[in-house]
């Protein structure tokens, strides 16, 4: 192995789109087609597939030879956290398969535990605060992309959150945790189609609150839940909220 930096920055390559715009493809902003749609899912992808790259031509592997997948094993079994990138954790994950349901880690059956515990373990790589690692922004970003490949994982409304949001993460448009909440409260009031007409971020988070929501979405700007165990050396990752 070659020898790798402690804690490296992920998702530093490469340019991110300038502007949102609509996917030539689904026909949505691009990024919200994810990860069904092609176009979408290369353009959210990029980030991670270029880390993942970078890794493998460090380590003089190819694309889909046969040492990739034990690269992404050893990336996966390594406990010595913060060794490989986040974006490679994520990408590692991708290469292969539960070993109890089979399906990608962390995108099994609710009850699978093994992906339970995938799931717990790449959030063991959150290191908000450390910004030179991962931003915010990209925190935002991670969590959004893990959502919607499994979405079944969590309460709709979550997920049509990030859904609704990915477009605007992709170019670096962090909503805050208030924002994030009245997104919420109008997809649960059967807003989403309205919501996902919004071209702008602006539009999208500048919605009025909605009258039902507006008690407990005070005390909601300080009381954040994770959709996912928090990390565990990280009880209050609640700057980017999962869950809004
Ligand atoms: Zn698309
Ligand atoms: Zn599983």
């Given at each position: 192995?070659?020898?790798h930096?402690?804690?490296?920055?992920?998702?530093?390559?490469?340019?991110?789109?300038?502007?949102?715009?609509a996917?030539?493809?689904?026909?949505?902003?691009?990024?919200?087609?994810?990860?069904?749609?092609?176009?979408?899912?290369?353009?959210?992808?990029?980030a991670?597939?270029?880390?993942?790259?970078?890794?493998?031509?460090a380590?003089?592997?190819?694309?889909g030879?046969?040492?990739?997948?034990?690269?992404?094993?050893?990336?996966?079994?390594?406990?010595?956290?913060?060794?490989?990138?986040?974006?490679?954790?994520?990408?590692?994950?991708?290469?292969?398969?539960?070993?109890?349901c089979a399906?990608?880690?962390?995108?099994?059956?609710?009850?699978c535990?093994?992906?339970?515990?995938?799931?717990?373990?790449?959030?063991s790589?959150?290191?908000?605060?450390?910004?030179?690692?991962?931003?915010?922004?990209?925190?935002?970003?991670r969590?959004?992309?893990a959502?919607?490949?499994?979405?079944?994982?969590?309460?709709?409304?979550?997920?049509?959150?990030?859904?609704?949001?990915?477009?605007?993460?992709?170019v670096?448009?962090?909503?805050?945790?208030?924002?994030?909440?009245?997104?919420?409260?109008?997809?649960?009031?059967?807003?989403?189609?309205?919501?996902?007409?919004?071209?702008?971020?602006?539009?999208?988070?500048?919605?009025?609150?909605?009258?039902?929501?507006?008690?407990?979405?005070?005390?909601?700007?300080?009381?954040?839940?994770?959709?996912?165990?928090?990390?565990?050396?990280?009880?209050?990752?609640?700057?980017?909220?999962?869950?809004?």
């Amino acid at each position: 192995m070659a020898d790798h930096q402690p804690f490296p920055a992920g998702a530093r390559r490469g340019e991110r789109p300038a502007a949102v715009s609509a996917c030539p493809s689904c026909g949505d902003l691009a990024g919200r087609g994810y990860p069904e749609c092609r176009f979408c899912a290369e353009l959210v992808d990029q980030a991670w597939l270029q880390d993942w790259q970078a890794l493998l031509a460090a380590e003089q592997l190819s694309e889909g030879g046969s040492g990739e997948r034990e690269l992404a094993e050893l990336v996966l079994d390594d406990d010595e956290i913060g060794r490989f990138s986040w974006t490679c954790t994520d990408w590692a994950m991708t290469l292969v398969r539960c070993s109890h349901c089979a399906s990608e880690p962390a995108t099994g059956p609710l009850d699978c535990v093994r992906c339970s515990m995938a799931e717990a373990t790449r959030w063991s790589w959150d290191h908000s605060g450390t910004p030179d690692v991962i931003t915010p922004e990209d925190h935002a970003l991670r969590v959004a992309r893990a959502v919607l490949r499994a979405p079944h994982r969590h309460r709709a409304v979550v997920a049509s959150t990030w859904r609704l949001l990915i477009p605007f993460l992709l170019v670096g448009e962090l909503a805050t945790t208030g924002q994030i909440q009245r997104v919420r409260a109008h997809v649960l009031a059967g807003h989403y189609e309205e919501l996902a007409a919004c071209a702008t971020h602006v539009q999208l988070t500048g919605l009025p609150e909605l009258y039902w929501r507006r008690d407990d979405s005070h005390r909601g700007d300080h009381q954040v839940r994770l959709d996912h165990p928090p990390p565990p050396r990280e009880a209050e990752a609640d700057q980017v909220p999962t869950e809004a």
